[in-house]
């Protein structure tokens, strides 16, 4: 059995591909929550729990599976974290044990991350998984406390061919990638000067093999590797250990789209303007606008949306988009060709797949552009409590705010609610089952005015709530740690406590725990605190607290005065060390 290895030899593992943005991840809890995921396990009693087995691998679909070396299994917690529990690396002869400290479910995990076998086997969860999420948990009881789990490695599999335009020239601008089905990590290349390509370590059992366009200019329309054949259609193929594809040529086939490029008065391009492309329905006779977004131009002022032979497409920009680069100026709204609304606009279609319909939009200028805060809102949405909007640190300062609390029900649009333009409100009885909005309105003389509306909550659902109100304690001086008050949690929550630390309304990445330490550099500053959890289908909970920093204390030392006091002479004043620096 090899030797112990330290913390930084074992393998960590991300057991859900990507980071989950916090509101957006309620929904993926909720499906684990119905596929009985969430499962504890049972309380620990005297028994020993053991896992054992022996690893075997096997390099092609026809080969005899053979023992693995230095590769290790883990036992993880049988929930949407599957954080690791215990673990052991094999023994030359592939066996291996050890003990959990609980009977219950677990989430098994085989991988040669850090071993000689890394470059030849995939590593994989239980059932063949790429990913924790869909494995199959494997038990210990108190009726077996020993369980035999012997699992199986498969070699990756390789894919080569070339990759072609339909006029049959080599394409270089490509990519070719292969990611595991159940998500896991992507292997990808790209072709030589003459189009062909090799890429290794295709995972095996089911994963996704595609070609797509990096020209920047979508030129071409993505094509996958279905097992025996370049198809258009997503598809997963299935690649049996050890695979070899040779000749898995692509021809790709041009995109069929609206390219349009978006200026200035000066004709030069603009970067990061909003757009929506409509599209006629012809069954309702309306034009319906995409279901996503922030849509914006790229870099070179470009626009590329996907069409449909023959339907019908409009197209209209407008500049309230502020997440991109900072720029000067902003652009007054247009629809193409030259018109203000969406109603008034040219209609573009495609007569012939693969076809490319132009479109040049000039913008007029409307103001120097400012740079907008983040609102945010904390409180309770419930009836007699307090919201309150804190507009964020708008600028260049000064910029006038105006507040207007708004609702909304089932997704129809926002209304103003009456007389309610203060930073706070209290919701009635009247907003129960209205989603209640914040928006703040941005203005300033010679400036385009901006307007942000941020979600509050819905009033008269259940929500998190904490036992104590939202604080901040420590002494609000340099040197010195500020830590976040709020009691209890309930419930507990499946995503969060989240915190994010500001000075002067600007947000501040050294911390982003319940803590953050004052430096010297946030003397005289306003730090602000805020908490974010979410509990689908609860209402999230927001909470909030500022303190002040102490302004700092200069040490000044008496300047001095050299040279000599006569006419000609040159006199230097001496300031001395002032601190703490910078002064």
Not at 184 to 209: C, E, F, R, W
Request: net charge neutral; hydrophobic share 35%; proline share 8%.
């Amino acid at each position: 059995m090899p030797l112990p290895r330290s913390a930084a030899d074992h393998p960590i593992q991300r057991p859900r591909q990507g980071v989950w943005a916090r509101p957006w991840a309620v929904l993926a809890a909720v499906v684990l929550v119905a596929a009985g995921l969430f499962a504890g396990a049972v309380p620990a009693s005297a028994a020993t729990y053991t896992f054992k087995g022996v690893v075997k691998g096997k390099l092609s679909a026809t080969a005899t599976a053979t023992p693995l070396g230095d590769v290790w299994v883990g036992a993880y917690t049988n929930n949407s974290a599957a954080s690791s529990v215990a673990g052991a690396w094999t023994a030359a002869d592939g066996s291996y044990s050890f003990t959990v400290p609980a009977a219950g479910s677990y989430k098994m995990w085989t991988t040669c991350s850090s071993g000689p076998c890394s470059a030849t086997y995939a590593s994989e969860w239980n059932n063949n998984e790429s990913g924790s999420y869909n494995s199959t948990p494997v038990a210990v009881t108190d009726a077996a406390p020993t369980t035999t789990f012997n699992p199986q490695l498969e070699a990756y599999g390789t894919i080569s061919g070339r990759i072609t335009n339909q006029a049959g020239q080599p394409l270089t601008a490509v990519s070719v990638e292969a990611s595991p089905a159940g998500g896991g990590q992507v292997s990808s290349t790209k072709p030589d000067a003459n189009g062909y390509y090799t890429l290794g370590k295709v995972p095996p059992n089911k994963a996704y093999i595609s070609v797509r366009d990096e020209s920047g200019q979508r030129l071409y329309l993505e094509k996958y590797w279905n097992g025996t054949a370049a198809v258009d259609t997503y598809t997963p193929a299935t690649v049996p250990a050890g695979v070899k594809w040779t000749n898995a040529n692509f021809v790709m086939s041009n995109e069929t789209l609206i390219e349009a490029t978006v200026t200035g008065p000066d004709g030069a391009p603009i970067a990061d303007v909003g757009y929506v492309p409509w599209v006629y329905n012809d069954a309702t006779g309306a034009w319906d606008g995409p279901q996503m977004g922030p849509l914006t131009s790229d870099a070179n002022g470009k626009i590329y949306w996907r069409m449909t032979v023959g339907k019908k497409y409009k197209l209209c920009v407008s500049d309230t988009v502020y997440g991109g680069a900072p720029r000067e100026y902003r652009y007054k709204p247009e629809c193409y060709n030259n018109v203000a609304t969406m109603e008034a606009a040219s209609i573009l279609t495609a007569t012939s797949a693969g076809q490319r319909v132009p479109a040049a939009i000039q913008l007029e200028r409307d103001g120097l552009s400012m740079a907008p805060g983040r609102p945010y809102v904390y409180g309770s949405a419930q009836a007699g409590q307090t919201l309150t909007v804190d507009p964020g640190a708008w600028g260049p300062a000064p910029v006038d705010l105006a507040h207007q609390w708004q609702r909304s029900k089932e997704g129809a649009q926002l209304q103003d609610i009456a007389g309610a333009t203060a930073t706070t409100y209290v919701p009635t009885a009247a907003d129960a089952g209205y989603d209640i909005w914040a928006k703040v309105t941005g203005t300033k003389a010679g400036y385009s005015s901006y307007s942000e509306t941020v979600h509050a909550g819905a009033s008269g659902a259940e929500a998190v709530t904490a036992s104590a109100p939202f604080t901040i304690s420590g002494t609000p001086s340099a040197g010195n740690t500020l830590t976040v008050n709020h009691g209890t949690l309930s419930p507990v929550p499946d995503f969060g406590p989240y915190y994010d630390w500001f000075v002067n309304g600007v947000q501040d990445y050294r911390s982003n725990q319940r803590t953050f330490l004052l430096q010297t550099s946030d003397a005289g500053k306003k730090v602000t605190a805020r908490l974010s959890v979410y509990d689908w289908p609860l209402q999230p909970y927001h909470g909030q607290a500022s303190v002040t920093v102490a302004a700092g204390t200069l040490s000044a030392p008496v300047p001095t005065v050299s040279g000599t006091a006569k006419v000609g002479s040159v006199l230097t004043a001496v300031p001395g060390p002032w601190g703490p620096a910078p002064v």
